[in-house]
């Protein structure tokens, strides 16, 4: 897959510089309410400065200590508005690629689209932007797309590499499942007329441009969740900082407005407060970057949450076409003759099932390929007759639907029979061959799984994912098959209404649905779906209905996105229990600083052996403040997620994050410590 | 620490799991409305209740019915019970001829009462007539206990429906918690203590000769009942001022026993009856356990500290090894005393059999921190269950988002909305316990009130509070209660840590009821193992360890260190 809108690494140089300066720009107040933790952060760091400066103007000593309090808070808030412009910068990126392909677009709008015998002909030139719904553009070979809509005429091979990334060109068609063209892809081939059917402004790649820049993004739910919990923990450490003046005026301490903040800053959870946007964005990142288009970052959190996954057979879990498998001769007839017969019979046959059968010839069975010779008169298949094959001098060498070809035998016999019902059993196809009026023998052609599918179903399982398989197929096969691939449940003989009845019936028992889907009956259930995605290659219909749109149009991603959503959350969850466990160390360095003077004793919770007070409380805020930086790879990159199930990841995640954000600030703070006091600092 | 001691701890803890579990399945189908082993005796005096109240049993309420009947019973409770205070002067039963109960004494009882903390700033005997005594005060020993249990089974509910619009009717739970639970037990533990020896009378007093000739009048009354139901209903009132540690309140060790026994069963048991409510014992099971190391931690830091003796009478020579006795009785010495303190302070009983003050700084710690913690190991009754649970919710939240899913606890979706509720209540505690702290040390009036100076006075302010917020009444002792600004503000406190936490509670309630329950898999991460129980301590310590730390820092932490370091204030 060879990606035209590349995409940029992690610390990118230009997305850097861009990130820089977007974190200044970002200090704007208004910006920055949305954000509680960081607004507080904001508010008392200009507090810190107006010390700063009252110190400075009184010479009071104190100058050098405020100053760089007041410096370092500042860095708590730049750095969190660079880990937030670092996650958007590569959106951003992104967003102006695309935005190429959309402002210099020419349409060809028709003039008059219900006459349709010189249609081709009279159209106006106008800009993509002056479209209109139900405006009937030309498009021919080598132009750009002017908008979405739907091929109303024609038949065209167009690129659409420009939004999928994927440069092989797809035919897309008036009718059926391939009417759907999306705007700023290239057609280059033929023509078609497209009936637009988006506004200018809300089309796909408007979407997708907003998307990647995170223009629109709105707070998820749970993420709207977790900033409550933030705020609420943010007041609680307000009202003990607050309240902590006076308790030390009893104590017989007084302390300066300018520590009893340091030590509220270090409390308030900065660290996930910080990061929290920036996960966000960079979780619907790393699914765009996986060729996939979410609607809603909603969407995204509750790929997390799926619990059932429906998912079509043919296509996603075995190959869109049967193959042929076994070669069963009758009684009688060799299996070297009847190999050689079928293989002749289906040389000439271009359809999959027909490769198939000389593959297994060939590369199983050893045969070479035999020359037809110049005077064999090759039979077609045909929907009709259900036959195809290739007379030969002195041969008459016929292959098909097992009914079709014993209709014009001369008898049946029982061993023939035997072996129709064992593969019909077994889920599988039965191919008659029969030469000169003569049964041969049958040809099992089955599903091929998809080889790896079996082991990422297992990986499903262990996430606690059901998987349901849908398929036409009668019960027996769909069994067979779902056996085979080992998924836990299945649909048989599938009308369109069943998925949604499906769908409804698991919700009802409070399970959440994904799927995906591409035609415009799959429409309803996409829709239903708690998570439904869209092929790119699907109708419109589909792609409306769903909320994400794969790009790729492959069904087996779904896990993929599944595990994305996992990943978004678990960030979330680890950071602010890292954030929360961080600030045990942070009391153990600040209150024996708060407090030796009135309390000698106190110097006994100084188990750090913090070098002074004053650089005990800037070692805890200097930490405080770069842990956001350190962290940032790790909010964009995600937690990585494994499916081992919910205990499994549970223990490890506290294991690392809970206890690990326990012990690394005392290794951290004691560092930097050493290295505030080596140079005199405080 | 000795062995002896430990194994009388175990023996009452181990006694008191074996109670509760079935007690657990009692409790669970009382409140579920089904039939019971007393359902033949009680259900005519229940039926007749709610004919008489125009109470219909079958209708359920709405999360705001629910708390709007609640809220009203607590008014009226308060507003009679207050008026019963200030006119007892005019009222009959009052063979003393006491005057009306001053404004700001009798807010601070009524609210005392009311909210389950019996925190008593005045003394009993002196202060109030018989008839305050037992209309207003022994009345609301059982229905302020009963309210707790109904709350919390009004948010079990709410966990264990899907999609229903009600949670229960608060008049049932009420009648039927007092009914079914709290009388029958107090009767049965009531003549368990008259077997032990404990007085219970109606005559008033015995005029008695004392060896040197001399007479005293020996104070005697319905002790065993009152007792009964100050254990049980976690109140902690007693019937003398030296409470439980008066000899014929607990006249001996299996006294003591069968108390401690008694203020910690029904908080147990509900925890295992949440487990019944919601059809997973291991659910129940899970909090119990959690409880009880959360419990067992602190009685053991409190036996350590008290059975290690005070390091400045044994650097002059008094021998350690009977442990830190002062403020203790003789009968119980340091490690029932230790558990007494745990117990009490783990419940929002308050009843005391020791003075905590006279703990040693790390052993008065752990009374303290107990109630920092909001008393929920095991909590009041009914007020621990809930107390729990929205520290539960807040834990799932947070590990929930670790195992990649929307938080969920047994089934039901934690959202923004069930957060803002919780942060909510949280909120309450430090908002009170340091505000009013704060406030206190600030003030002349505050520290007017203080018997000492230093890092125990703090100790002393914090204590009443924590104790008042908590609806727990245990006293620190130390601090002169009975003062206007403490009446007001302690009565202010209790009206906070009761009410304004426990209606963001039934809000939650109402809103875990009308969801669905999402149906749970291997990707749901379970609720019942030791991993659950490991990250339930480790957020109820981290969470209230951030919270109190500088406070308790400045106040128990820096006395033990000046105590080593052999300075005194």
Partial sequence: MSHKVAAPGLFDAGIIRRAAIDAFKKLDPRRLARNPVIFVTEIVSAVVTAFFVRDLLAQNGVASFSGQIAAWLWFTVLFANFAEAVAEGRGKAQADALRRTRSDTHAKRLVDPQNRSRMKDVYEGVSALDLRLGDVVLVEAGDLIPGDGEVIEGVASVNESAITGESAPVIREAGGDRSAVTGGTTVLSDWITVKITAAPGSTFIDRMIALVEGAQRQKTPNEIALSILLSGLTIIFLIVCVTLWPLAIYSGATLSITVLIALLICLIPTTIGGLLSAIGIAGMDRLIRFNVIATSGRAVEAAGDVDTLLLDKTGTITFGDRMADEFVPIDGVSERAFVEAALLASLADETPEGRSIVALAKNVLGFSTPNLGADAKIVPFSAHTRISGVDLPGRTLRKGAVDAVAANVRSVPVDFERAVERISRAGGTPLAVSENGRLLGVIHLKDIIKPDIKSRFAALRAMGIKTVMVTGDNPITAAAIAGEAGVDDFIAQAKPEDKLSYIRREQQGGRLIAMCGDGTNDAPALAQADVGVAMQTGTQAAREAGNMVDLDSDPTKLIEIVAIGKQLLMTRGSLTTFSIANDVAKYFAIIPALFVVAYPELEALNVMKLASPQSAILSAVIFNALIIIALIPLALRGVPYRPVGAAALLRRNLLIYGLGGLIAPFIGIKIIDLAVSAIHLA | ?569
């Fill in chain 2, 1 to 569: 620490m000795t062995s002896i001691g430990l194994a009388q701890i175990a023996i009452v803890l181990i006694a008191v799991v074996v109670a509760a579990i079935p007690l657990g399945g009692y409790i669970a189908r009382v409140l579920a409305g089904e039939r019971t082993l007393l359902s033949p005796a009680l259900s005519p005096v229940e039926r007749a209740f709610y004919r008489l109240a125009g109470v219909d049993p079958a209708r359920e309420q709405s999360w705001l019915s629910y708390t709007m009947a609640m809220l009203a019973f607590s008014v009226v409770g308060f507003a009679s019970l207050y008026a019963l205070q200030r006119l007892q002067a005019y009222l009959p039963l009052n063979p003393q001829g006491f005057g009306g109960v001053p404004a700001d004494l009798a807010f601070n009882t009524s609210m005392s009462f009311v909210t389950n903390t019996n925190w008593q700033n005045y003394s009993g005997e002196s202060t109030m007539s018989h008839l305050t005594q037992m209309l207003g005060l022994t009345v609301h020993n059982f229905v302020s206990a009963a309210t707790g249990l109904a709350m919390a089974f009004a948010l079990v509910r709410g966990l264990s429906r899907a999609e229903s619009p009600t949670i229960g009717n608060f008049w049932v739970d009420l009648t039927r918690s007092t009914l079914y639970v709290l009388l029958p037990i107090s009767i049965v533990v009531a003549l368990a203590l008259v077997a032990l020896g404990v007085p219970q009378t109606l005559q008033a007093s015995i005029d008695a000769t004392t060896l040197e000739g001399a007479k005293q009048t020996i104070a005697i009354g319905p002790m065993a009942s009152q007792e009964a139901i100050k254990e049980l209903g976690t109140n902690g009132g007693g019937f003398f001022n030296a409470n439980s540690s008066h000899p014929f309140e607990s006249p001996n060790a299996l006294s003591n026993m069968l108390e401690i026994w008694a203020l910690l069963v029904i908080p147990f048991a509900t925890a295992f009856a949440f487990g019944r409510a919601v059809l997973d014992f291991r659910q129940g099971r899970a909090i119990a356990i959690t409880m009880m190391i959360v419990l067992v931690a602190g009685v053991l830091v409190a036996y350590w500290a008290e059975a290690g003796g005070n390091a400045l009478l044994t650097a002059i020579g008094v021998d350690p090894s009977p442990g830190n006795m002062e403020g203790k009785e003789v009968r119980f010495g340091p490690a029932m005393s230790a558990l007494f303190a745990a117990a009490t302070t783990g419940t929002s009983c308050g009843a005391v059999n020791a003075m905590h003050d006279s703990f040693m700084p790390l052993g008065g710690l752990v009374p303290l921190f107990n109630m920092l913690m909001g008393s929920i190991a095991p909590g009041g009754v009914g007020a621990g269950l809930y107390g729990f649970l929205v520290l539960a919710i807040i834990a799932v939240f947070v590990a929930g988002l670790m195992v990649g899913r929307t938080p969920e606890y047994l089934g039901k979706k934690i959202e923004a909305r069930e957060m803002k509720l919780a942060m909510l209540a949280v909120l309450i505690y430090p908002l009170s316990v340091l505000g009013f702290t704060a406030v206190s040390v600030m003030l002349e009036t505050g520290l007017a009130s203080l018997n000492n100076a230093g890092p125990h006075g703090l100790s002393e302010i914090l204590y009443a509070f924590a104790s008042a917020t908590d609806n727990n009444g245990s006293a620190f002792a130390g601090l002169t209660g009975n003062t206007l600004w403490y009446n007001t503000t302690l009565g202010a406190a209790m009206l906070l840590g009761r009410f304004a936490f426990v209606i963001p509670v039934l809000a939650i309630a109402g809103s875990f009821a009308a969801k669905k329950k999402v149906a749970a898999s291997v990707g749901t991460f379970p609720t019942h193992g030791p991993l659950f129980i490991g990250l339930l301590i480790g957020v109820i310590v981290i969470l209230y360890l951030l919270q109190y730390f500088p406070a308790i820092a400045l106040g128990p932490i820096v006395e033990h260190f000046a105590l080593l370091a052999g300075k005194t204030f």
